[in-house]
């Protein structure tokens, strides 16, 4: 899937639903090409994987004035035909079986750079053996919105097109709901 596109940048949007393995599962979907994780800052501050993070990240700025930099950084990523991993739900919820809603917004760079975009679906499996699930990763796309629309239209399309991707692997892949996931009712 992703060997026609390894000598140019691309995106790559998954699920978080892994607190290690979504560190380093974009390394084996990818391999042999580099990629880049967007990682907020706070993960600077996880124990042991903070001390990783900055080796395949790119931390997403704080400060508003900072934003310029991070557009260049990953400009010179995609030139450098890299990959660049994005985990639009931003929070991990370890082995949640669905998607949770993101913004277009999230959508911006790929369009930008009218680079390819692929869907990473992580599902579990009810495993014969082991007490926690298997782990299935799907890898779909490229996605590409069309040329004719405003690049806000464009953003939206490439949004739909992915969280849809996603849900159907989730639909249909995921066996086992290994933590189930209840809102707390409100006081």
Known sequence: MLKPYR???IFLYGNHTQPVGDVFMPMLVTKPQRVD???AP????VPVIGRVVPMGALIVPSDFH???AFTQAIRARLAENRAIMVYPE???WPYYTKIR????????YPVAAKAPTFSVTTTYQRSHWRHRPAMTVFVDGPFFPDAALT???QQEQLCQQVTAQLKKRCRDHNTIEYIHYEREASK
Do not use: C, D, E, I
Request: hydrophobic content about 40%; proline content about 7%.
């Open 7 to 9: 000598h140019t940048g």
């Open 37 to 39: 994780t967007l990682a």
């Open 42 to 45: 706070a993960n600077l501050g």
């Open 66 to 68: 900072q934003m310029p």
């Open 90 to 92: 931003a929070h991990v």
């Open 101 to 108: 809603p993101f913004s277009r917004a999230t959508f911006h």
């Open 151 to 153: 690049a806000t239209q």
